[in-house]
């Protein structure tokens, strides 16, 4: 990419992008891409829990309890943190939207919010959103997920079982022991996923209706997706 076009890109208006999928398919990734391409920032919910749980308030302990039982946190919580996220300057432009929402009820909510700021010249970006789901196979999540370990020294990320490390469970750069997430476990994933099948399908099927859902599949290495992610988004806007 020159770098004029790189300054087009991140001066334009992008507008609201969904990543569906479930845990592990790499939506935090994609999104990160994303994020550095068309200069507009990443909305984690996770992100938004895990701050409120390092603030330690009365919230986040709350959060904290749920999120260690594998199970997913009340819609009006989650809901009030993304609203005032949105709000924000750095989101006037667009913003991509990462584990949001995992919910019809919450995918309804979002349209609600937007069909509001058509009204509201001084609020985030006036579009619909363009919603981009992750295909990824039960048996690979598994794989991506359990078998992930990180450094808590230099903060790199291996997989034992697709990227390990050269001795095992020992990080490459500093010989720090590596560590597994508590949400990586097996007994807390498994339970997340079934909550992805049960719950979050739903959300594809409500903008499958609307005509909005572009599926890819998530299986294939990260730059290829990115890709597609990309000619997506330019489509979208040509």
């Known amino acids: 990419?020159?770098?004029?076009?790189?300054?087009?890109?991140?001066?334009?208006?992008?507008?609201?992008?969904?990543?569906?999928?479930?845990?592990?398919?790499?939506?935090?990734?994609?999104?990160?891409?994303?994020?550095?391409?068309?200069?507009?920032?990443?909305?984690?919910?996770?992100?938004?829990?895990?701050?409120?749980?390092?603030?330690?308030?009365?919230?986040?302990?709350?959060?904290?309890?749920?999120?260690?039982?594998?199970?997913?946190?009340?819609?009006?919580?989650?809901?009030?943190?993304?609203?005032?996220?949105?709000?924000?300057?750095?989101?006037?432009?667009?913003?991509?939207?990462?584990?949001?929402?995992?919910?019809?009820?919450?995918?309804g909510w979002l349209d609600a919010l937007l069909d509001d700021q058509l009204f509201d010249n001084s609020r985030a970006t006036r579009a619909w959103p363009i919603v981009i789901r992750l295909d990824v196979d039960y048996n690979q999540l598994l794989l991506r997920i359990t078998g992930r370990r990180s450094c808590p020294t230099c903060g790199r990320i291996y997989n034992v079982h697709l990227q390990p490390p050269a001795v095992d469970e020992v990080c490459d750069i500093d010989g720090t022991k590596l560590m597994t997430r508590n949400d990586d476990r097996f007994e807390v994933i498994q339970p997340r996923i079934q909550a992805y099948q049960e719950q979050t399908r739903p959300v594809a099927d409500y903008y499958q209706r609307t005509g909005r859902l572009v599926s890819i599949d998530g299986d294939r290495p990260m730059d290829i997706v990115t890709e597609d992610i990309f000619r997506i988004l330019e489509d979208h806007h040509a």
């Open 1 to 107: 990419m020159t770098q004029e076009t790189s300054r087009d890109l991140g001066s334009r208006d992008l507008g609201p992008v969904v990543l569906l999928g479930p845990p592990g398919a790499g939506k935090g990734t994609q999104a990160k891409r994303i994020m550095e391409r068309y200069q507009v920032p990443q909305i984690s919910t996770g992100d938004l829990l895990r701050q409120n749980i390092a603030q330690g308030t009365e919230v986040g302990c709350a959060v904290k309890a749920v999120m260690d039982r594998g199970q997913l946190v009340s819609d009006d919580l989650v809901c009030e943190m993304v609203r005032v996220r949105l709000a924000q300057p750095d989101c006037k432009r667009g913003y991509v939207l990462d584990g949001f929402p995992r919910t019809a009820a919450q995918a």
